[in-house]
Each structure stands twice: as C-alpha cells, then as structure tokens.
C-alpha cells in the first residue's frame, strides 16, 4: 500500500523533510538554531538526509548535490534522479523511525524536484509479501485496518493536487506491473493474466476483449499457437483500448507488450539457476502495457490507445514445437526455427501484424526479447530501435531521460537483413551470437508497414538485487516511460485547449468513452 498523499495542513507532531538548492539558501532560512549547528557539525554535507530532530517529531534536512554536466543529455535529468533516490532513502527512514506522518518541504529554486522526491519515496514503499506467512496470518483478521495503521500520510507542502493525484495514480499503475511480474506461474498463466486485464479495464476505464485459443486459431496466429504447443495451458490474445471523445490523435497509438507467462526455453531448454528460475518475468512487456491503459485512463489523459498482448508460456512438453520446425505466421510469413527459446519473436509477430489493420500512428512493442541486450547495456538502459522517423525517436528517447527510463537508439540497417535469411524458409528466428538484439528487431521489422519502436527491456524489468526506488525483482519498468511520452504527446499536440480541464489533472478533460 503506497503512501496516502495529503492536501491538509500537517499536524504539529508530524516529522518534516526539508530540501534545499545549496548551503546558501539553508543559512538563509529561518530554522532553528539547533537544527543548523547539527548541520553544522556534519560538516553541511550534500546529497544526504540528516536527522536534526529526533522522533516522535523527527526532522530531516537535505541539501542537493549541484548537477553534473560531464554527461551530456543525461546530466540534465541526473539532478531530478538524485531525488527520485532521495525519497528512496527517506522512505527507508520513516520506516525505520515508524513515522505515520510526513511533511515534505522544497525550497522554491528546486522546480520539479519535489515531485520527484514523492514519486522516489511512493515507489520505494512497494512490498511483494503476499506468500509471506506473516502476511498471511493478517490477511486472515484484520489486515485491512492495520495497514491502514501503518501507512504513511504524506503532507506536501506548496505542491499542487492536480500534479500529485497524477503522481499517484501513475505509480499504483507501476506498482501494478510489479505485482504482475512478480506473480508465480503458477498463479499467474496466460488466462489468469487475460482476466487481470478484464479487471484493471472494469475499475479503470477502458475496453478489454480477450480471444481464447479457438479465436486465436480462427485468425492463423501461428506464432502464438507454435509456442503454446508444449504447453497444456492455453494462449490468450488480449485487445485493449482507450479512446477518449477529446482524443488528440485520431490514428491510435498501439502499444504491443510480450506475454511468454513463464519461459523454459521449450525444447532448448535454459539452465535453471540465473535464468530459468526468473523467467516468470517474461510477460513484463505485457505488464507493462497493461499497467500504462491503467495510468492512461485513470488520470483521463485524452490520447487514443490500443494495447495487445498475445501471451502463452513456453513448455517442452507433449507436442511442443522443435528446432528444424518451420511455422507460419498470420501474415503468411514462413519461419524456419532454430531455437525455441528464441520464443517470444514469434509471438510479437502475430500480434504486430494484427497491429496493421488500425493504420497506427505509432506502434511501440516492449518485450524482455535478448540476452544480447543486457550483456550491451546491463540494467541501466533499454536499446530502443525501428522504423519511426527522427521526432518520434528523438521524443521516446527524451521521455526515457525524464523519467529516467532512459533509451539508447541502435540501427537496424539492412545489412543486418542476410543475418536471419535462410535457404527453407522466409526467414529463420534466431541471426548468431553477433548483433542478438539488433537481429530479434530485424525479425519483428519484417511484420511492419507503420511507424515502429522496439524497446528491448530484458535488463532493467526484473533485478536480483534492490536497486533504490525500482526495487528488487519486477520492476514495472516501461511503464513511466510510455506514460511520459503519451503525456508529452498531449501536450505538444496542435489542440492545446483539449488538454484544459479534469479530475486527476486540471490539465486533461474528463474522457467520454
């Protein structure tokens, strides 16, 4: 349960973090004496809380580091992350210090950084400990009314409502995505992830249909039905979509999330430790999308969106597709296979030529596609790559640096193309060890004919280790970073005024569907 921000004026026994630009603007400031000469005695450090009064009424005060300039583009929104962690770190201490209410204060020259202090501690205070048997045993009485108890109240002060309703909505959406990721397969399988859409549409606000393994069949979704061929779960094909009367784009924007539930590699089957033993994650694509029709609807931003999710998991049982295989995709595409854990491609295929009969304005797939792409870039970047022109490029990469979610463009050439010919079929789905994220794109390229973005997140969607406000393990990854574009598309649009007046945002009316 994420923090309850509040638009009243804290209590007086409430704690207090206070943020400021730099060491000047601390000395100008009236606090207390007491506070200053522990300042003071610190050494007026930057970058870090201390503590200058002690709980109940505990106080903190953080001084920010200046930005740094030595990496560009990056430098520029290095300074908003720092914060991010910052609420990272306050999070931990209001939980270690069992504080139940928090002021938050910035000095004014700070701008945007008081938003992302909340949106660092909001994320920060995700837990997945549902099979924890303490857990359990509240569940089982009053487990509502006791984490009631525990939340934390957060007070922001001299921060608008509108911008923090949207804050929030936006990291339950985040949070979301991690719960999904996070699920078992056992739990979680393509139905089950199938029925969660269904209900995040129901309580959100947007249209969800699902096509079962017979309708998935009847439109020659080869890819999909390959897949789910070892399997004895059946494959669903989920259609989402969003769109608002004030829509500012008519053309929709189509969001493709892959959706393999759990990954055994199929027939080339993966070792276990450090791989098959997290490959629940591999649906975090399908999460992600999801999780963004969510964040999209809830705060009524007025963009048209479709999201599909072709989703099964990846078995080597009963009659399950084998290397030599070759498969046909709904296009007519014929695929030689040389792998079957090179799975997810396959499935992407289907659903990015269903993509075609809305006439896309953009169409963006998030898949946890390659290894190849977490050996280039780790978890600290996402390759992002396909056929949409410079300014959509250049706007999807800028979302990621706002947020954070930051993307580095790779080319897909055509040189690249002779890499996943073969002799048997059209193509064959896996090119070698050499350029491995950048051939898994030429793959999907050939199911194409509109604007196209292929963001590969197989390193920053699931950790094995914390990593500040992105946690450990699901990490919801993708879907700030879809919300900062669409919103950026609303904003920029050439109907300013559609985007006016609303519920979550006074920014955005309220959407008629």
């Known amino acids: 349960m994420i923090p309850e921000l509040k638009f009243s004026k804290a209590p007086a026994s409430a704690a207090i973090a206070k943020v400021y630009g ?5 000395k100008a400031s009236s606090l207390p004496v007491d506070w200053i000469k522990v300042m003071e005695h610190h050494g007026y450090p930057e970058g870090e809380w201390i503590q200058v009064a002690l709980a109940p009424g505990a106080a903190w005060l953080y001084i920010a580091r200046p ?12 300074a908003l ?10 999070e931990r201490l209001c939980k270690g210090h069992k504080i139940k209410t928090l002021q938050t204060e910035f000095h004014p020259s700070q701008g945007k950084g008081h938003e992302a202090l909340l949106e660092g501690l909001l994320l920060s205070s995700y837990r997945f400990d549902r099979y924890l048997k303490s857990s359990n045993k509240a569940a089982a009485g009053k487990a509502s009314s006791d984490k009631e108890s525990k939340r934390l109240s957060v007070h922001p002060v001299n921060l608008g409502k509108d911008a923090l309703l949207e804050l929030a909505e936006l990291c339950r959406a985040v949070i979301k995505a991690r719960d999904l990721v996070n699920e078992p397969q056992s739990v979680l399988g393509a139905v089950e992830l199938a029925k969660a859409f269904k209900a995040m549409g129901k309580e959100s606000g947007f249209k969800v249909n699902v096509w079962n393994q017979a309708r998935i069949q ?3 979704m080869g890819g999909i039905l390959a897949v789910n061929r070892g399997s004895v779960r059946p494959p669903t094909f989920t259609i989402m979509e969003y769109k608002p009367a004030n829509a500012v784009n008519k ?14 590699g199929g027939l080339s089957l993966k070792p276990t430790p450090g791989s098959m033993d997290s490959m629940k994650c591999d649906m975090a694509g399908a999460a992600a999308v999801g999780a963004t029709m969510q964040a999209i609807a809830k705060n009524s931003l007025p963009v048209y969106v479709i999201a599909l999710v072709p989703a099964t998991d990846n078995r080597p049982g009963g009659d399950a597709y084998a290397p030599g295989d070759i498969i046909r995709i709904s296009d007519g595409t014929t695929v030689e296979v040389l792998n079957t854990d090179a799975e997810g491609r396959l499935i992407l295929a289907d659903a990015l030529h269903y993509a075609k009969r809305y006439k896309p304005e953009l169409v963006v797939d998030l898949a946890t596609l390659t290894g190849s792409a977490v050996m280039a870039l780790s978890s600290h970047a996402t390759p992002c790559m ?11 990469v800028d979302a990621g640096f706002r947020c954070y979610e930051r993307l580095v463009p790779m080319p897909i050439w055509e040189e690249y193309d002779d890499m996943i010919k073969t002799s048997v079929a059209d193509l064959k789905n896996i090119g070698g060890r050499e350029a491995g994220a ?10 194409t004919d509109y604007p196209w973005l292929h963001l590969d997140i ?3 969607a699931f950790l094995d280790a914390e990593s500040t406000y992105r946690g450990k393990h699901g990490t919801g990854h993708g879907v700030r970073l879809l919300y900062a574009y669409l919103r950026h598309r609303v904003m920029s649009s050439k109907a300013p005024a559609q985007a006016a007046t609303s519920r979550t945002s006074s920014k955005f009316n309220k959407k008629s569907q």
């Open 22 to 26: 730099d060491l000047a603007s601390l």
């Open 251 to 264: 053309k929709p924007i189509v969001l493709v999330g892959k959706g393999v539930v759990y990954d055994t």
């Open 458 to 460: 197989a390193g920053p």
């Open 386 to 396: 396909g056929t949409a022109d410079r300014n959509q490029m250049q706007a999807m």
């Open 218 to 220: 009847q439109e020659g």
């Open 67 to 78: 930005p740094a300039t030595r990496y560009g583009v990056d430098g520029e929104y290095r």
């Open 81 to 90: 992350e720092e914060f991010r962690k910052a609420g990272h770190r306050l």
């Open 438 to 447: 950048i051939t898994a794109a030429k793959f999907l390229e050939h199911f």
